[in-house]
């Protein structure tokens, strides 16, 4: 169950960091959202086994 968590989590901060550098005019605030965007690029969740319960 936490894995699908983690998974969810993760997807909705890529898909909301995305959308909000579309419309971010300051520059402050774009250094900041592509730092964070790229550091949750770079968080690699491990894949579930293939009996994984929680797949």
Known sequence: MVDRHN???HAENMKDFQRRLETE???DK???LEQLLAE??????PHPKPN???E
């Open 7 to 9: 998974k969810f989590v």
């Open 40 to 45: 949750e690029a770079a968080n690699k969740l």
């Open 52 to 54: 994984d319960p929680d």
């Open 30 to 32: 774009r250094r900041l």
């Open 25 to 27: 005019a300051d520059p």
